[in-house]
């Protein structure tokens, strides 16, 4: 006779735990555990801090309404709608008898940005050592530097993964390198003779052997130079930029992968793109208006298209260029500044999501985005009566831009720092 098979018969005795009834079902196993969410937000009610408020999760957005939207037990902390405020740090006097420029870099390898600023009649540059607040001590001595240090630019010349500077000597035509040592003091490492007085120099892969090269717009012309890897550079070749070349700046504008570089022609009043062909050679595009005598050029993104755009300041006003991504520009506008402006930046000065321009006259003008590549009136920002240079950066880590100078008129180093805050 058959007999019946039992459920129960298959249970031997280290595994009866396994075989035994669950939920009260005679015979039954373990069901899986119910997903609740009772106010369909997402997250089950068990993680969920407020699991009857559906704006209230782990990962929500934080506004500023005095809760706290994403469940860490802080309030406010990183809210969309911050505003921002800037607070004009103490002056840090200089040893240069004439500041000109300067750049921001973490050129001591301690993860804070530094201020590095060059002194025209002194010859040399300081090193101004960042904080994690945002401030800046007291400046370094100074290192010697080709005659008539001006501009700078910062990057890896040396690949040891160290941010190095490349100094333009304006009255000896040379650009000098000053690598990053171990203890975070700076080696001048060479100099490489141009063809003409340098305006303006920018760092970027040209020629995409990995290396750091250097491209500098001169009295003369537009030059490159390629870098050798070990904190030099080549020979440079000039570009065929006449109209007295002086800012310029690096971007790929056309999308092929190749850097391309944009340079501004006080003397000719225009802007003229050097399309890259990813080998160091340049073939240039057509002359775009300049806005008057255009000094600075800097590229963003203007209007939020995922495009590269241009603003170039000169004795007019700004004009920005809209880029289409295909290399060609066109749209953009001509902006008024209360005085003359000299140099240009990007940044989000209000936090809104959209790139302001702010832009060094007789102190320092804010012209607001409208996010589609309009700019609205010029009006007065900060205190600075007489800037020669300036340069944005999140200096503390708080995802805010903030802001640089050199003021002429006391040959000191004036930051602003960001606060954020809800009203």
Same mark, same amino acid.
């Given at each position: ?13 280290? /595994? ?14 373990? %069901? ?23 704006? &209230? ?14 469940? !860490? ?10 505003? =921002? ?19 921001? #870099? ?6 804070? /940005? ?7 009649? +002194?010859?040399? @540059? ?19 530097? *080709? ?17 190095? &500077? ?26 490489? *003779? ?5 305006? #303006? ?8 052997? +990995? @290396? /750091?090269?250097? #491209? ?31 800012? &310029? ?6 999308? !092929?992968?190749?850097?391309?570089? @944009? =340079? ?8 003229? *793109? ?19 005598? *255009? ?21 007019? +006003? ?35 999501? @959209?790139?302001?321009? /702010? ?52 040959? %000191? ?11």
């Amino acid at each position: 006779m058959t007999r019946p098979l039992l459920v129960g018969a298959l249970c031997w005795l280290p /595994l009866m735990a396994a075989c035994s009834p669950g939920n009260g079902e005679p015979g039954g196993l373990d %069901s899986a555990p119910v997903f609740t969410d009772a106010d369909e937000d997402g997250v089950a009610d068990g993680d969920d801090c407020e699991p009857e408020d559906a704006t &209230i999760f782990p990962g929500a957005d934080e506004v500023c309404d005095g809760v706290d939207q994403d469940c !860490d037990g802080v309030v406010d902390d990183d809210a969309v709608d911050l505003q =921002v405020r800037y607070a004009e740090s103490p002056r840090l006097p200089t040893t240069a008898a004439d500041p000109v420029y300067v750049v921001l #870099a973490d050129v001591r390898g301690d993860e804070h /940005l530094d201020a590095v600023v060059s002194d025209y009649e +002194g010859a040399s @540059i300081e090193v101004f050592e960042g904080q994690a607040d945002g401030s800046f001590s007291a400046s370094s001595t100074p290192y010697a530097g *080709p005659a008539g240090s001006g501009a700078m630019a910062t990057g890896d010349l040396d690949m040891d993964g160290d941010v190095d &500077i490349v100094v333009a000597g304006y009255t000896s035509s040379v650009l000098t390198s000053f690598l990053q040592a171990d203890d975070g003091s700076l080696i001048a490492s060479g100099e490489r *003779p141009l063809l003409g007085a340098p305006n #303006a120099v920018v760092l970027g892969d040209f020629d995409s052997d +990995g @290396i /750091l090269d250097v #491209a500098a717009s001169t009295n003369q012309d537009a030059e490159v130079a390629l870098g050798d890897g070990q904190g030099g550079f080549v020979e440079p070749t000039a570009q065929g930029v006449d109209g007295m070349p002086y800012g &310029i700046a690096a971007a790929d504008f056309d999308g !092929d992968g190749a850097l391309d570089l @944009i =340079v501004s022609q006080y003397g000719a009043g225009t802007l003229t *793109p050097l399309m890259g062909l990813g080998n160091g050679s340049f073939v240039a595009g057509e002359p775009l208006d300049g806005g008057g005598q *255009p000094v600075d050029v800097v590229v963003f993104d203007a209007d939020g298209d995922g495009q590269t755009d241009v603003a170039a300041s000169g004795n007019a +006003g700004v004009r920005v260029h809209l880029g289409a991504g295909d290399g060609s520009f066109s749209g953009g506008g001509a902006y008024p500044t209360l005085h003359g402006p000299w140099t240009v930046r990007a940044l989000d000065a209000d936090a809104d999501g @959209i790139l302001d321009l /702010l832009v060094m006259t007789e102190g320092l003008e804010l012209l607001p985005g409208n996010g589609d590549g309009s700019y609205g009136a010029a009006s007065a920002w900060g205190t600075l009566e007489s800037v020669y240079w300036h340069q944005t950066a999140d200096l503390n880590g708080d995802g805010f831009d903030d802001v640089v100078a050199v003021e002429h008129s006391d040959a %000191s180093l004036v930051s602003y720092v960001t606060t954020g805050y809800c009203p």
